[in-house]
């Protein structure tokens, strides 16, 4: 057995490292779908993988290599890892075959190449990351990771926009690792071995460990207020990387983040307080700031963090739960995390792949300039549209499945005796409700106002559909949406869990059957006396109907951008220029109303500027005179010394 | 699947679909009466419907499946619906069909599916439709979900066959708590129904218009369907209300005779909130639609109220 999970694991590793390789060797189409084909056949492996250690509940670990004296490097799964393994690997085919086509609209050959190698790379790191079974892999990895995805993310590097996402997302990512080695560093200190569990400490010695790695892992996965390097990366990285980030690299964070708390044997009760509030807040702010937004990808970002949001409240209970002796309750808000991180890894993909083939078809992301793609693009629009459902967890779609999942350990909690945190778990809800409702209304203004009515501009107007690879590639997570619907009661018990959940596949047979029979009995019935016909509807007597008489996409967000509009805050900025010093003959200047970008206006460009002041203070001992070096190094090695008591 | 679901799957949805529409009929003769009017006859929306099926329908130029798909899936989401909510008797739940929340979502799948209906058409007036009442379904949907969690906090459950066959059997509510939850349900009932003073649904309107310019653009057959699965909604969330409020009667046991006096108890309970109903719309005035969330926040307090009182008492 354990050959056999070893094979499937060390084939899959490389056929990954030989799709990064091979494309940098040598230049053609047929090496790009090689490595394509790669990620595909190593994603079957991992399927396979991770399947087989869920059900058994076999944890294999596999041998140790060598790595540096005294630090290891093991790999192990366990049903943690497992688990998101599934995840990686039900994304990985849809933006494989994706990619095959998507990846040749490139400009230049080398680009492609680069494209496709760095593509298997990122995987393949992300896949290590999971399989890490110390702190050391897990760093080294996540590194990889990061730097992989970041130069995917300046992949159009001429432009301005791609260059200050990459930046953002340069700062971002390495705040998220200096976190990350902060909080395993001390948590070196307590237990002494790179291992990342079992910790049995007084909860106590594990705040500065827990919030460390909280930050670290919580600017990786997005959550508010360290989520404004998402909207910058998504759109910036081409459609089929964007999926994958989204898709499964935010889910790495949270993997780690469980992979941490899980280990640990007493957490405290404020910690889920602050989990499930930063949790709330990331999704509430995440769709509402969705809402306002008109380029189709940063609005799938935003969609983003409102999904992590959801999944750090599933965290939050899971916490408060366990630290309130409520083992099903915690139980049953555990699975749904990670249920739901394994449904946003689908449908999200599912979206950020249709729209690149929408923003491939017409050239543009506005959704303003969108409309009537339904005709032009009826595939695409199809797909888009079991994404849409999904992800404003519509039954019987697996969206639905996940927060089922939450919602129900919301409704128990009259269990908790604790008044206070009753209190508290009825705002949460009532947030995440809000939050639910205010996804359903921003996926029927993405789906409307893109795919619905007439096109809105002549791109639109012109589009076509796209070719085969770019549909089958959103359709493998389009029918994992579906399914994994309709089955999740028998996928959550055939994985283990004994949990009371309703039966979606009866409640989709039971639509699909009463769709149908109604269907039947109105046609059959009414066929003669009623064709229907097409012609003009009533327009209030209007001779032709133009596309900007429809309406828009900031028309339809306009209630509820007025009912929040006090997190909307809008900002007045003017910038002139003067011909003389007296400041009175204007030479040029501009005025702008913005709406405040308020985490980076407020949170992050003061240290920013704090930091550049410093850095410019700093920047004088460099004079490049050698006996000034001299000095330092000879001062540096006597401070050494008294601080390390050489002198004693 | 046990026997006692099974009678129920088969007479409980036909029982809503049969009646839902009379009641429809009934709030506007109440309203009519209100107005020194007589009203339709009580049976017009029968007569209506029938018309309906009977004309052809329509389709503008810049509409696509969506306009076709949503009525019939809305009338199959509501027919779903009905297997949720006890209105003749209390079966054994099966297979999970109760879930309040399931309840939640399918109605939100029914909203989702008719406001993409309304943007197909591409007019103005759909896309207005969809936007208020997206926006709206958006404010109400905390309020309905706290006044749930607040009916699974009284009743400790959170499938209505098992919360409502706690109740079955009393003559009162079994707590005083659901009289508040009740006020909450009924502020729900009015919402999503599209009654004043959220919507008008007499009127057509530009400036009350929400439910009514959604399916503005549908006509014929489907235009009947959607009316159809309007009023079994309605129908539905009375039963919850009434369920909650004035449980005498509601059978617990498959008998024949019993079935028949919770049947017929029903209709006359509903018969009573719907004139209540129409009393109340006659005297409220339609509330300009930023106003609405104050609205809403009345419903909300009244839940939270009840989760309150349920936890410290």
Same mark, same amino acid.
């Given at each position: 057995?354990?050959?056999?999970?070893?094979?499937?694991?060390?084939?899959?590793?490389?056929?990954?490292?030989?799709?990064?390789?091979?494309?940098?060797?040598?230049?053609?189409?047929?090496?790009?779908?090689?490595?394509?084909?790669?990620?595909?056949?190593?994603?079957?492996?991992?399927?396979? +993988?991770?399947?087989?250690?869920?059900?058994?509940?076999?944890?294999?670990?596999?041998?140790?290599?060598?790595?540096?004296?005294?630090?290891?490097?093991?790999?192990?799964?366990?049903?943690?890892?497992?688990?998101?393994?599934?995840?990686?690997?039900?994304?990985?085919?849809?933006?494989?075959?994706?990619?095959?086509?998507?990846?040749?609209?490139?400009?230049?050959?080398?680009?492609?190449?680069?494209?496709?190698?760095?593509?298997?790379?990122?995987?393949?790191?992300?896949?290590?990351?999971?399989?890490?079974?110390?702190?050391?892999?897990?760093?080294?990895?996540?590194?990889?990771?990061?730097?992989?995805?970041?130069?995917?993310?300046?992949?159009?590097?001429?432009?301005?926009?791609?260059?200050?996402?990459?930046?953002?997302?340069?700062?971002?990512?390495?705040?998220?690792?200096?976190?990350?080695?902060?909080?395993? =560093?001390?948590?070196?200190?307590?237990?002494?071995?790179?291992e990342?569990?079992?910790?049995?400490?007084?909860?106590?010695?594990?705040?500065?460990?827990?919030?460390?790695?909280?930050?670290?892992?919580?600017?990786?996965?997005?959550?508010?207020?360290?989520?404004k390097?998402?909207?910058?990366?998504?759109?910036?990285?081409?459609s089929?990387?964007?999926?994958?980030?989204?898709?499964?690299?935010?889910?790495?964070?949270?993997?780690?983040?469980?992979?941490?708390?899980?280990?640990?044997?007493?957490p405290?009760?404020?910690?889920?307080?602050?989990?499930?509030?930063?949790?709330?807040?990331?999704?509430?702010?995440?769709?509402?700031?969705?809402?306002?937004?008109?380029?189709?990808?940063?609005?799938?970002?935003?969609?983003?963090?409102?999904?992590?949001? =959801?999944?750090?409240?599933?965290?939050?209970?899971?916490?408060?739960?366990?630290?309130?002796?409520?083992?099903?309750?915690?139980?049953?808000?555990?699975?749904?995390?990670?249920?739901?991180?394994?449904?946003?890894?689908?449908?999200?993909?599912?979206?950020?792949?249709?729209?690149?083939?929408?923003?491939?078809?017409?050239?543009?992301?506005?959704?303003?300039?969108?409309?009537?793609?339904?005709?032009?693009?009826?595939?695409?629009?199809?797909?888009?549209?079991?994404?849409?459902?999904?992800?404003?967890?519509?039954?019987?779609t697996?969206?639905?499945?996940g927060?089922?999942?939450?919602?129900?350990?919301?409704?128990?909690?009259?269990?908790?005796?604790?008044?206070?945190?009753?209190?508290?778990?009825?705002?949460?809800?009532?947030?995440?409700?809000?939050?639910?409702?205010?996804?359903?209304?921003?996926?029927?203004?993405?789906?409307?106002?893109?795919?619905?009515?007439?096109?809105?501009?002549?791109k639109?107007?012109?589009?076509?559909?796209?070719?085969?690879?770019?549909?089958?590639?959103?359709?493998?997570?389009?029918?994992?949406?579906?399914?994994?619907?309709?089955?999740?009661?028998?996928?959550?018990?055939?994985?283990?869990?004994?949990?009371?959940?309703?039966?979606?596949?009866?409640?989709?047979?039971?639509?699909?059957?009463?769709?149908?029979?109604?269907?039947?009995?109105?046609?059959?019935?009414?066929?003669?006396?009623?064709?229907?016909?097409?012609?003009?509807?009533?327009?209030?007597?209007?001779?032709?109907?133009?596309?900007?008489?429809?309406?828009?996409?900031?028309? +339809?967000?306009?209630?509820?951008?007025?009912?929040?509009?006090?997190?909307?805050?809008?900002?007045?900025?003017?910038?002139?220029?003067?011909?003389?010093?007296?400041?009175?003959?204007?030479?040029?200047?501009?005025?702008?109303?913005?709406?405040?970008?308020?985490?980076?206006?407020?949170?992050?460009?003061?240290?920013?500027r704090?930091?550049?002041?410093?850095?410019?203070?700093v920047?004088?001992?460099?004079?490049g005179?050698?006996?000034?070096?001299?000095?330092?190094?000879?001062?540096?090695?006597?401070?050494?010394?008294?601080?390390?008591?050489?002198?004693? | 699947?046990?026997?006692?679901?099974?009678?129920?799957?088969?007479?409980?949805?036909?029982?809503?679909?049969?009646?839902?529409?009379?009641?429809?009929?009934?709030?506007?003769?109440?309203?009519?009466?209100?107005?020194?009017?007589?009203?339709?006859?009580?049976?017009?929306?029968?007569?209506?419907?029938?018309?309906?099926?009977?004309?052809?329908?329509?389709?503008?130029?810049t509409?696509?499946?969506?306009?076709?798909?949503?009525?019939?899936?809305?009338?199959?989401?509501?027919?779903?619906c009905?297997?949720?909510?006890?209105?003749?008797?209390?079966?054994?739940?099966?297979?999970?069909l109760?879930?309040?929340?399931?309840?939640?979502?399918?109605?939100?799948?029914?909203?989702?599916?008719?406001?993409?209906?309304?943007?197909?058409?591409?007019?103005a007036?759909?896309?207005?439709?969809?936007?208020?009442?997206?926006s709206?379904?958006?404010?109400?949907?905390?309020?309905?979900?706290?006044?749930?969690?607040?009916?699974?906090?009284?009743?400790?459950?959170?499938?209505?066959?098992?919360?409502?066959?706690?109740?079955?059997?009393?003559?009162?509510?079994?707590?005083?708590?659901?009289?508040?939850?009740?006020?909450s349900?009924?502020?729900?009932?009015?919402?999503?129904?599209?009654?004043?003073?959220?919507?008008?649904?007499?009127?057509?309107?530009?400036?009350t218009?929400i439910?009514?310019?959604?399916?503005?653009?549908?006509?014929g057959?489907?235009?009947?369907?959607?009316?159809?699965?309007?009023?079994?909604?309605?129908?539905?969330?009375?039963?919850?209300?009434?369920?909650?409020?004035?449980?005498?009667?509601?059978?617990?046991?498959?008998?024949?005779?019993?079935?028949?006096?919770?049947?017929?108890?029903?209709?006359?309970?509903?018969?009573?909130?719907?004139?209540?109903?129409?009393?109340?719309?006659?005297?409220?005035?339609?509330?300009?639609?930023?106003?609405?969330?104050?609205?809403?926040?009345?419903?909300?307090?009244?839940?939270?109220?009840?989760?309150?009182?349920?936890?410290?008492?």
């Amino acid at each position: 057995m354990n050959i056999l999970l070893e094979t499937l694991v060390y084939g899959a590793i490389a056929a990954l490292v030989s799709g990064t390789v091979l494309p940098l060797l040598y230049r053609s189409k047929n090496t790009r779908k090689t490595a394509f084909g790669l990620s595909l056949i190593s994603s079957i492996l991992l399927l396979v +993988f991770a399947g087989t250690v869920l059900y058994t509940g076999k944890e294999p670990v596999f041998p140790a290599i060598g790595f540096l004296p005294g630090l290891d490097f093991t790999l192990a799964a366990d049903r943690l890892s497992a688990g998101f393994i599934l995840l990686i690997a039900a994304v990985v085919p849809g933006v494989s075959i994706y990619s095959v086509e998507y990846v040749e609209h490139a400009k230049s050959e080398d680009g492609k190449n680069l494209q496709a190698a760095l593509t298997n790379l990122f995987i393949l790191a992300m896949l290590m990351v999971v399989l890490a079974g110390n702190m050391v892999g897990f760093l080294i990895f996540w590194e990889i990771m990061s730097l992989s995805s970041l130069l995917l993310v300046l992949h159009n590097y001429s432009s301005e926009e791609n260059k200050k996402a990459g930046f953002f997302y340069f700062v971002m990512t390495n705040i998220s690792t200096a976190f990350l080695f902060l909080g395993f =560093i001390s948590l070196f200190r307590l237990t002494g071995s790179t291992e990342f569990g079992p910790l049995e400490y007084a909860a106590g010695e594990l705040t500065l460990p827990f919030l460390s790695l909280f930050v670290g892992f919580g600017v990786k996965a997005g959550l508010v207020p360290f989520h404004k390097w998402l909207p910058y990366a998504h759109p910036a990285a081409p459609s089929s990387v964007s999926a994958l980030m989204s898709g499964v690299m935010l889910k790495v964070a949270v993997y780690g983040f469980l992979r941490f708390l899980l280990s640990i044997s007493t957490p405290e009760l404020w910690w889920g307080v602050l989990i499930l509030t930063a949790g709330s807040l990331s999704a509430l702010f995440g769709v509402i700031y969705a809402l306002k937004e008109n380029d189709i990808k940063r609005l799938l970002a935003y969609s983003s963090i409102e999904n992590i949001g =959801i999944i750090f409240t599933g965290i939050g209970l899971y916490v408060i739960f366990g630290v309130e002796g409520l083992e099903t309750l915690a139980l049953l808000s555990l699975v749904g995390a990670c249920f739901h991180s394994f449904n946003h890894a689908l449908f999200k993909s599912l979206l950020f792949l249709c729209a690149g083939s929408v923003v491939h078809a017409t050239g543009t992301r506005k959704i303003e300039a969108l409309g009537g793609l339904v005709k032009s693009m009826p595939a695409t629009s199809a797909l888009f549209m079991i994404g849409s459902v999904s992800i404003a967890a519509l039954p019987p779609t697996n969206g639905f499945a996940g927060e089922l999942l939450l919602y129900q350990a919301f409704f128990q909690s009259f269990a908790v005796t604790d008044p206070l945190l009753t209190v508290f778990l009825i705002i949460a809800l009532s947030s995440f409700a809000l939050t639910g409702a205010l996804a359903a209304a921003l996926f029927v203004k993405l789906f409307g106002i893109t795919c619905l009515a007439m096109p809105r501009s002549e791109k639109s107007r012109l589009a076509e559909e796209v070719r085969k690879p770019m549909l089958i590639g959103p359709a493998v997570p389009a029918a994992f949406c579906i399914l994994g619907g309709l089955f999740s009661k028998q996928l959550l018990s055939l994985a283990g869990w004994k949990i009371e959940f309703p039966d979606l596949l009866l409640l989709g047979f039971l639509l699909g059957l009463i769709y149908a029979a109604l269907f039947v009995l109105i046609r059959t019935r009414t066929k003669e006396t009623n064709p229907s016909r097409i012609s003009e509807t009533w327009r209030c007597g209007i001779p032709t109907v133009a596309p900007y008489m429809e309406y828009s996409s900031a028309g +339809f967000s306009e209630p509820l951008v007025m009912i929040f509009k006090s997190v909307y805050r809008t900002k007045i900025v003017h910038r002139a220029e003067y011909l003389d010093r007296q400041e009175s003959l204007v030479k040029n200047g501009n005025v702008e109303i913005r709406l405040v970008r308020f985490f980076e206006e407020y949170l992050y460009i003061p240290p920013a500027r704090a930091i550049e002041g410093f850095s410019k203070y700093v920047s004088k001992l460099q004079n490049g005179k050698l006996d000034s070096y001299v000095l330092y190094a000879f001062l540096a090695v006597i401070v050494l010394t008294i601080a390390t008591g050489g002198f004693v | 699947m046990n026997t006692s679901f099974l009678l129920f799957a088969l007479l409980n949805p036909l029982f809503a679909l049969l009646a839902a529409p009379l009641y429809m009929a009934l709030i506007r003769k109440v309203k009519a009466y209100a107005q020194w009017r007589k009203g339709p006859r009580l049976f017009q929306v029968y007569y209506d419907l029938k018309k309906l099926m009977q004309k052809e329908a329509v389709y503008s130029p810049t509409s696509s499946w969506v306009m076709r798909f949503t009525p019939y899936l809305n009338l199959s989401t509501l027919l779903v619906c009905s297997l949720f909510v006890p209105l003749i008797f209390v079966p054994e739940p099966a297979g999970g069909l109760g879930n309040i929340i399931v309840f939640l979502y399918l109605l939100a799948l029914e909203r989702f599916f008719t406001a993409l209906g309304g943007l197909d058409a591409g007019s103005a007036f759909g896309g207005m439709g969809s936007s208020r009442s997206m926006s709206l379904a958006a404010v109400i949907e905390p309020t309905m979900v706290v006044s749930f969690a607040a009916l699974a906090f009284v009743l400790k459950s959170l499938n209505l066959h098992r919360m409502f066959a706690l109740t079955a059997g009393t003559v009162l509510p079994i707590s005083p708590t659901l009289v508040l939850v009740s006020i909450s349900l009924f502020i729900i009932l009015i919402v999503e129904t599209g009654r004043l003073p959220v919507d008008n649904p007499a009127t057509h309107l530009e400036l009350t218009m929400i439910n009514e310019a959604m399916i503005l653009e549908q006509t014929g057959k489907n235009l009947a369907l959607l009316e159809l699965a309007h009023a079994l909604k309605q129908f539905l969330l009375m039963g919850i209300l009434i369920n909650t409020i004035l449980p005498v009667g509601l059978s617990t046991e498959i008998d024949a005779g019993k079935i028949a006096v919770s049947a017929l108890l029903f209709l006359l309970k509903a018969g009573l909130l719907a004139v209540i109903i129409g009393l109340f719309e006659s005297s409220v005035a339609k509330m300009r639609l930023f106003r609405l969330p104050a609205f809403y926040v009345m419903a909300f307090f009244f839940s939270a109220l009840t989760i309150l009182i349920e936890v410290f008492a």
